[in-house]
């Protein structure tokens, strides 16, 4: 199954399937999302067996739009940021603005997050440094990536400092 992407034009069939998934209210606040989110946190559903960007989809529809190539952005105001589906919050505009709009509001912080403020964050410090010790007492990468079930390649971004290195 593939995420849509903007070659994918917005029909109002799946217009219709992104409506129903928030309730239109005052302009003036939030609409939450009430459906299904990918793995970044991204309001989504799916037709056809492609997953469409939700408030992509609302924006565009309510503007009478098939396709954009521009992103789409929240307003800095809104409460909600990602889940948000009231186009009065949204808009369409450039990677450029984007990137302003991140730095602006400050929640480009959650991109500094390091080992266990990282949201994602599968080991705790302890467990690194108990990882650490452990090859340095001989246990190999495989043994370990076994023993705290994560990937192989995680053992050794952690054992070179590549990961977790601020610890």
Same mark, same amino acid.
């Given at each position: 199954?593939?995420?849509?992407?903007?070659?994918? @034009?917005? =029909?109002?069939?799946?217009?219709?399937?992104?409506?129903?998934?928030?309730?239109?209210?005052?302009?003036?606040?939030?609409?939450?999302?009430?459906?299904?989110?990918?793995?970044?946190?991204?309001?989504?559903?799916?037709? =056809?067996?492609?997953?469409?960007?939700?408030?992509?989809?609302?924006?565009?529809?309510?503007?009478?739009?098939?396709?954009?190539?521009?992103?789409?952005?929240?307003?800095? @105001?809104?409460?909600?940021?990602?889940?948000?589906?009231?186009?009065?919050?949204?808009?369409?505009?450039?990677?450029?603005?984007?990137?302003?709009?991140?730095?602006?509001?400050?929640?480009?912080?959650?991109?500094?997050?390091?080992? @266990?403020?990282?949201?994602?964050?599968?080991?705790?410090?302890?467990?690194?440094?108990?990882?650490?010790?452990?090859?340095?007492?001989?246990?190999?990468?495989?043994?370990?990536?076994?023993?705290?079930?994560?990937?192989?390649?995680?053992?050794?971004?952690?054992? =070179?400092?590549?990961?977790?290195?601020?610890?």
């Amino acid at each position: 199954m593939t995420d849509v992407n903007r070659d994918h @034009e917005i =029909n109002f069939a799946i217009w219709q399937i992104a409506e129903s998934y928030f309730i239109e209210d005052d302009p003036n606040i939030c609409w939450p999302w009430l459906g299904g989110f990918d793995s970044r946190g991204t309001p989504r559903f799916k037709k =056809n067996k492609i997953y469409y960007k939700a408030r992509r989809v609302i924006l565009l529809h309510h503007l009478g739009l098939k396709q954009s190539d521009l992103y789409l952005l929240t307003k800095p @105001e809104c409460k909600l940021q990602t889940e948000c589906c009231n186009w009065n919050h949204m808009f369409l505009g450039t990677p450029k603005q984007s990137t302003a709009l991140l730095i602006d509001s400050r929640r480009h912080d959650s991109l500094n997050r390091k080992g @266990e403020k990282h949201p994602m964050h599968i080991l705790t410090e302890e467990k690194v440094l108990t990882i650490r010790a452990e090859y340095a007492e001989g246990m190999s990468y495989t043994e370990l990536s076994h023993k705290y079930e994560v990937a192989y390649v995680l053992i050794i971004k952690i054992i =070179n400092r590549e990961l977790w290195n601020h610890i």
